[in-house]
């Protein structure tokens, strides 16, 4: 089945950007990561979605190579995560903003633009693509918490990175920017970036061609929107989802799955 997407059917990219196997990682006593194994395609949207304190963090701090894993196999755009190599090829973008208050928005990006070899043309375009162009001349430390979110989700965009990996970016934005964000994900996409976009609002899966479902540190499944509605028969993709947690046994993933 082709994954559907607002823009309708695309072909399902056949390169993985990253690969995963049993992918276990801890923090603390816990058990975070429980055997995930999954691929992301080259040149689409995944998305990362699961209840708060499901793993999405967790994972992604894995695909930047800044969470250490107890086992498994992970490649990120055929490295491992971490490597020398993949500085240049991957954009991150964080919860917690890590742009510099002192500093204008336009020169934050600018910033970040030079960074990664960029022009000021393009790092004008990164704040035009966040709908932040009336706010460029302002000090990001007077940004309401939506706008602060956009400078750095600007500073992720300007790299133009192969793999860009997001956590919740569209928090807090209202549906209009979303709307337009989602859109600007899916330029990118069509493109050759592949991205993958944590989010806890089961719509925005909409947006995406491949969901990975995480519970409780564990992979539910990984499918397409339209899947998803089959497997929870319902459109609603939030009741799909939650008809799907219920189905699978307690404590326990769909696949079955049980950690080292
Ligand atoms: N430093 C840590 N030490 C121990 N446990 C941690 C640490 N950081 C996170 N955890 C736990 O790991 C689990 C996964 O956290 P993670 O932040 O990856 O979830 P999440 O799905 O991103 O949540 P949210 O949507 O709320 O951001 C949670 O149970 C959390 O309490």
Known sequence: MLPATADGPVARPTEA????????????????????????????????????????????????GLQVFRSGDVTVLGASPGARVLRAQLGYMTQSPSVYRDLTVRDNVRYFATLHGRSRAQADAAVEAVGLVPEAARLTASLSGGQFNRVSLACALVGDPQLLVMDEPTVGLD??????????????????????????????????????????????????????????????????????????????????REES
């Open 17 to 64: 950007a990253v690969l995963a196997r049993n992918l276990h990682v801890r923090r603390g006593r816990a058990h975070v990561l429980r055997n995930l194994t999954f691929s992301i395609p080259s040149g689409s949207i995944t998305g990362l979605l699961g209840p708060s304190g499901s793993g999405k963090t967790t994972l992604m701090r894995v695909l930047m």
């Open 175 to 256: 549906p209009v920017l979303r709307a337009e964000l989602w859109d600007h994900f899916r330029r990118l996409a069509q493109g050759g970036t592949t991205l993958l976009v944590s989010s806890h609002v089961m719509e925005e899966a909409r947006h995406c061609d491949e969901l990975l479902l995480l519970r409780e540190g564990r992979l539910l499944a990984q499918l397409s929107p339209a899947e998803l509605a089959e497997r929870g028969h319902n459109q609603d993709l939030e009741q799909a989802f939650l008809a799907m947690i219920q189905e699978s046994a307690p404590d326990e993933g769909v696949d079955g």
